[in-house]
């Protein structure tokens, strides 16, 4: 029974469009404590129920969305594919490409450091959950020839291993944080690195293609 003058309230039942918001919300609250995880402990060491605590949900919701761990793996996974096939604008050149890339990962190193343990797991457990070679090109090489033949990088480099190359240089900030603080007298982590590297980047592909520094 209510006192006079207080009204009722009845509660309102949350719209589609609430309700959609919502499940992003919680969508992307998993995917970025999944992020953390597999980057502290790789996919092998990550635990469902240690994510759900790190995103403050129920475990069973990590299963409705993704279907489990692998899938969650994979859905990070795609977003990256996602995020690289964004960096490689048919407007930008190669220069500006991996500039992107060097401040992607510098935002985001738990990324580097997803990559570096799937790299180590592959050692120790190979085919456990990953692709075989395929025989089509990567698209990134294919658009390195494109680039190549434009005139942006020297034609007698190889594409497929000059993105090795970068790769190995993009992982050196989680890989060899110590060598490059010695070398550079820079945090490996720090915004003046990523900086410093995306603008000797710009540099040594203006020599690749035989520009200079100009």
């Not at 994510?51 to 993704?66: D, E, H, K, M």
């Not at 690289?84 to 190193?109: C, H, I, K, L, W």
Request: hydrophobic residues 45%; negative net charge; charged residues 25%.
């Amino acid at each position: 029974m209510t006192s006079e003058g207080t009204t009722r309230r009845s509660r309102r039942a949350p719209d589609p469009d609430e309700r959609q918001r919502d499940a992003a919300r919680t969508r992307q609250r998993i995917l970025d404590a999944a992020l953390a995880e597999f980057a502290a402990k790789g996919f092998a060491g990550a635990r469902v129920r240690e994510i759900a605590q790190r995103a403050g949900v129920n475990a069973q919701l990590i299963s409705y969305y993704f279907g489990g761990k692998e899938g969650l793996y994979n859905e990070l996974m795609a977003n990256w594919h996602q995020l690289e096939a964004g960096a490689y604008a048919e407007n930008m050149s190669f220069a500006d490409v991996t500039a992107t890339f060097v401040q992607a990962f510098a935002a985001r190193p738990e990324l580097l450091r997803m990559f570096a343990w799937e790299g180590l797991a592959r050692q120790s457990a190979p085919g456990s959950y990953y692709t075989e070679p395929g025989t089509e090109e990567a698209p990134e090489v294919a658009d390195l020839r494109r680039r190549q033949a434009a005139g942006e990088i020297a034609s007698d480099l190889d594409p497929r291993f000059l993105l090795v190359f970068f790769m190995g240089a993009a992982m050196a900030t989680v890989t060899i944080p110590d060598q490059i603080e010695r070398l550079c007298q820079v945090s490996a982590d720090s915004p003046e690195y990523a900086e410093l590297a995306a603008a000797q980047i710009r540099l040594l592909i203006a020599h690749l293609a035989g520009r200079g520094a100009g």
